[in-house]
């Protein structure tokens, strides 16, 4: 596909292990003839599952998606404590899991769901002094992050098996997760097998939601290798934010960066459309009037 056959839009990728989130990008850039290719919010390497792309003017919205809710499928393995808090780092420590029994992990996972003071990962890409944390501790260093508030609305456990690895006994735990943005299911599983003082850590992920787009919408690479197309943009923020319909004039003023008079959408970002169907802006409301956080027009 050439540039010029670009449209702006989102991609929708269901991303595979082994590949960055990064490398997802500089894939889609190839195939969509254009470097102007953004992601809301990375998937660590051994994850898969959705992620979502801004194409061309598109990465202007990938600002107001970062922060949307998550979902995620998840294996956590308690016995095993490791550095990454995932599979892809060093054992630190094996312990006997087998007296661990399924009522202590129901109220393990009970503890764990609400609203939290979580610490991320310390190979997470929480920024140290401007570096990412899991650069500081590759190179050595020691990294304590700060706890920060995150919300687990749902944990729901889908099975628990026990089996024995290493020679040492384990349990896995199928789990299901929504969450706000910035929590870490890698400390999750870190913070429910401390919990039961047996040590955890994630052995799969997988990304089934990101606000409104799921693994339904969600296209592999190779299939975007063979048909490539964006979700256009007008489409993308009707699904992903509340809308507000202009007539002619309030687009004209949105347009020329002019405020309008409030409806009652309150402070979250909203969807601004021309009577044609065009998406003009995002808007937020402060008071009396809506401002335009994002002009997509003129």
Not at 108 to 128: D, E, H, I, N, W
Request: hydrophobic fraction near 45%; glycine fraction near 10%.
């Amino acid at each position: 596909m050439t540039a010029s056959a670009v449209r702006d839009g989102l991609v929708v990728v269901d991303k595979p292990a082994g590949l960055t989130s990064h490398d997802v990008v500089a894939r889609v850039r190839r195939l969509a003839g254009t470097r102007k290719v953004g992601h809301a919010g990375t998937l660590d390497p051994m994850a898969t599952g959705v992620l979502v792309l801004g194409v061309e003017r598109a990465t202007r919205l990938l600002t107001y998606l970062v922060g949307a809710e998550k979902s995620y499928d998840a294996t956590v393995r308690l016995g095993v404590t490791t550095v990454t808090d995932d599979a892809e780092g060093d054992v630190l420590e094996r312990s006997d899991a087998s007296g661990v029994t399924d009522e202590a992990v129901a109220d393990g996972v009970r503890r764990l769901t609400g609203t939290l003071q979580q610490v991320p990962s310390a190979v997470s890409a929480v920024k140290v002094d401007g570096r990412r944390a899991y650069a500081r501790v590759r190179a050595g260093e020691q990294v304590v992050l700060a706890a920060r508030t995150v919300t687990v609305r749902r944990f729901d456990i889908l099975a628990v098996q026990r089996a024995v690895a290493a020679g040492s006994p384990v349990v896995d735990v199928d789990v299901r997760v929504d969450c706000t943005a910035g929590t870490y299911v890698r400390a999750l599983a870190r913070d429910l097998g401390a919990d039961l003082a047996v040590g955890g850590h994630l052995t799969a992920l997988r990304r089934t939601r990101v606000g409104p787009y799921g693994l339904d919408v969600a296209r592999t690479l190779d299939v975007l290798a063979e048909s490539f197309s964006v979700l256009p943009m007008a489409d993308a923020a009707r699904v992903a934010f509340p809308v507000r319909e202009l007539d002619a004039e309030e687009a004209r003023r949105l347009v020329h960066g002019q405020r309008l008079a409030a409806v009652g959408l309150g402070e979250q970002p909203v969807a601004a459309f021309a009577p044609d169907g065009s998406l003009v802006a995002i808007v937020s409301e402060t008071g009396p009037t809506a401002r335009p956080l994002l002009v997509l027009q003129g």
